[in-house]
């Protein structure tokens, strides 16, 4: 069998948990090499990130350092996502509770920020001969000896003392950390910027900042070190099922997808045109007071009006009387319908007729209020031909 060359060739936390968490994700991102989605949460980060590493309330030197990738190149970064990251700038800087926090936050921090870490964590497949897995770590913050870190999040889903013990990711830049050092950091730290949407679903912080102290389990690191090899090759496997499926994926007439989407098209461009020509209609037949026109051969024009009224007490008490004894009866009666219930059934009509009449003669000598009045059209119907 012809041998599939490795589609991922390192492993990071945010492949591995994508793999774990958002398969779908992963494979759009890694197997048919879509353009990353960057979420509002994400381009959030990006933001609190960059405040965090250069203390700097500065959106234009906070855009260039987001606008800059890990190698130090400078990108072109699209107009929406600048839009997004100024309101999620705006959020943070506008929030003085969060500022005052984030002051006192800073005091704590360490002094490497973006701290990159690569390491070969080796392991013995099921063949013959000893591999190496390229494992790739980027610190929030860190000492400079690496002895401790700090890892960032701005997510809604609460964090807890519990949830940070068991993070992964805490542990994979352990593993990461014992293989450059030879040591593993006895603790980190988790920090939690709480955060909510505004108005528009842009991320906003409450103005809490949460921390939580992890002491690193040692039986956690090799854990993590033993299950590096399986999701290493569940990736591959994945990707070459993927392939798979794809080969066998029968041809797919393009043009009538095309046909339809350009038709969708058509329909909405026609649809702004109606919109128009009813603006239009309705302006005329209001400046010339009128609530109807009939053109012969075509049809009628005129307003659909939802109204109401105030009915008076006798009207009310008795509806919700009636209402009440009806629904009452019948959420006891259930599927039993003998002759008595029959009785019963034709009693009730009986009062809602009544009720009917009542408020048609309420309404003959009552003014209503207008609810809504809105433009509709009846097409005229071809006469048939006699012969």
């Known amino acids: 069998m012809e041998q599939i060359e490795r589609k991922i060739k390192s492993l990071s936390w945010s492949k591995i948990n ?12 890694y197997f048919e ?17 960059a405040i965090l590493e250069l203390n700097s309330f500065d959106f234009e030197e906070i855009l260039n350092h987001i606008s800059k990738d890990r190698e130090g190149n400078t990108k072109q970064l699209e107009l929406w996502k600048i839009d997004k990251l100024r309101k999620s700038f705006n959020n943070i800087s506008e929030n003085e509770t969060f500022c005052e926090n984030l002051m006192s936050f800073q005091f704590n921090l360490f002094s490497d920020y973006e701290r990159s870490l690569k390491q070969f964590i080796e392991y013995k497949p099921a063949v013959d001969g000893v591999y190496s897995i390229c494992c790739l770590g980027y610190l929030d913050n860190s000492k400079p000896d690496l002895s401790t870190f700090r890892e960032f999040k701005t997510g809604k889903k609460p964090w807890t003392q519990e949830r940070a013990n068991e993070h992964g990711q805490l542990y994979f830049y352990s593993l990461l950390i014992e293989a450059e050092t030879g040591k593993l950091p006895e603790k980190c730290y988790l920090d939690w910027i709480v955060t909510e949407d505004d108005e528009e679903g842009i991320i906003k912080p409450t103005g809490e900042i949460k921390t939580f102290e992890v002491i690193i389990d040692k039986k956690k690191v090799e854990k993590m070190k033993k299950s590096l090899p399986k999701i290493f090759n569940d990736m591959q496997k994945a990707y070459e099922k993927w392939l798979e499926d794809n080969e066998n994926k029968l041809e797919i007439n393009e043009d009538i997808f095309e046909d ?15 919109k128009k020509a009813k603006e239009k209609v309705d302006e005329e037949l209001k400046n010339k007071n009128l609530d109807s026109h009939k053109i012969e051969g ?80 009846k097409a005229e119907k071809p006469k048939k031909n006699k012969n």
């Open 18 to 29: 994508s793999f774990q968490e958002y398969f779908k994700q992963f494979v759009a991102s």
């Open 33 to 49: 090499e879509e353009p990353f989605f960057e979420s509002n949460e994400i381009l959030f980060g990006q933001v609190m990130s």
């Open 260 to 274: 339809y989407a350009n038709l969708i098209k058509e329909k909405e461009e026609l649809e702004e045109k109606i």
């Open 298 to 377: 075509v049809g009628n024009f005129y307003y659909q009006v939802k109204k109401s009224w105030n009915y008076n007490k006798k009207i009310t008490d008795f509806e919700t009387k009636i209402q009440s004894k009806y629904d009452n009866f019948y959420s006891k009666a259930k599927e039993v319908f003998d002759d008595k219930v029959k009785k019963l059934d034709e009693k009730f009509k009986a009062d809602f007729d009544k009720l009917a009449e009542q408020k048609k003669e309420f309404e003959e000598n009552n003014k209503a209020q207008v609810l809504s009045k809105t433009l509709a059209f």
